[in-house]
């Protein structure tokens, strides 16, 4: 009779839970892959408007989508389209009042309120006395608010909903309940791939053990069978190896000198720096659900050098009729009667030695917020998410297009670019962005 070989489990085991992981990742990928359950960044508008889709879009599509980012970043904290938020709803504005009316109004309502015009008393008793900001906007900037508002009637559900200082997007709650779902099924099929594959661990460790149970009683087994069948596994060997002790004992140096050298670079740097603020105010509710426009609070971020922390006058705007009872809330209230500012903790900071212009790289490149302070829709406190140091800012200078359409100013630089260079693209450092003089002079 053939000699009898025990064959070890190990293979087999580790082939089943390859496949299990496989498959798992291979579910998960498909699900975080899926583009229909995108977000949306803050000012960031959808990928086709609503009103567009619906045909009703009226006007000029330039002054629309021109309305459009004006409405975003001046009106849509305090107003919707079709609904009451803080103020009234703007569907129909240009049937109960003219344009020579609207235009002063938006521009100073205060005036005309104390001018004593009838429509303007009005709205101003009907909404709790809230005085609405004057906006430093042109007749054609106004007009383009209005062509996108009256474009935007009756289209769909409301844009943006507050409750309390909640708010639920156009179409937020499909699409919570789409990655509700998904989420949900991820998590039922993991949790039965974990079972099954428990299962199949636990009957073949049985079937082993009924399989030795069996040959220990068989005659016929030499001494190599009985040997292979009682062998166990001697752990101590691996930590006695010289090999092993050898290995663990490079790789310890090697890690220790890495972290002394990443210790040692990273001196001055306070990226993940996150500070505790006076009030506790929440990106991920004002920026992320709220969508609300980062230029909305930050006023100066595409003309200034600098982007300015909000006044609390600006808080103000929605937090008279908001949460007034809030205990974050009333801090502002009370810094407000003190006359004092509100202390808040500088976050990102850059040597004196270091020029840099907020407006320049928002206004003119076209920068979005995200791409130097990253997600921040999404932070509940703010920290600091990029390094900020010299080699992060000039990789950017490297590996970023220079937007030159229609400014005739690059138009011969680009053309001998093109020439000496081929189909590299014209970055910011081709325009002598990475030159010293360009941000220490």
Known sequence: MDSIRLRPLTRLFLAL?????????????????DPSKAGVAPGATAAAAPAAAAGATTGDPAAI????ALFKGNCAQ??????????PAL????????????????????KLVASGDEYAVKIYNQYQKQQMPSFQLS???????????TSQEGVGAPAAKVDGGAATADGGGAVAGEEADGGKSMNILLIVLVVVLIVLVVTLVIIANIMKDVLRGRKDLDGRDREVMEQRFDFSKIYKSTAVRAIVGVVFVLAVLYESVQGAMG???????????PIA???KLHAGENQINCAYCHTSVYKSKSANIPSPNICMNCHSQIKTESPEIKKIYRAIERK????WVRIHNLPDLAYFNHSQHTQVGGIECQTCHGPIQNMEVVYQYSPLTMGWCINCHRETPLNTKGNGYYDNLVKLHDTENGAVPFTVSSNGGTECSKCHY
């Open 17 to 33: 839970f390859l496949f299990f992981v496989s498959v798992g990742s291979s579910f998960a990928q498909g699900t975080a892959a």
């Open 65 to 68: 989508a021109a309305g459009d």
């Open 78 to 87: 305090c107003h919707a389209v079709n609904e009451v938020v803080v103020g």
């Open 91 to 110: 569907a129909g504005i240009t049937k109960r009042r003219p344009m020579s009316w609207i235009i002063p109004w938006i521009k100073n309502s205060s």
């Open 139 to 149: 007749d054609a900037e106004i007009t383009s608010i209005i062509a996108y508002t």
């Open 267 to 277: 001196v001055g740097l306070q990226q993940g720096y996150q500070p505790t603020q």
């Open 281 to 283: 105010f929440s990106h």
């Open 340 to 343: 004092q500012p509100i202390q």
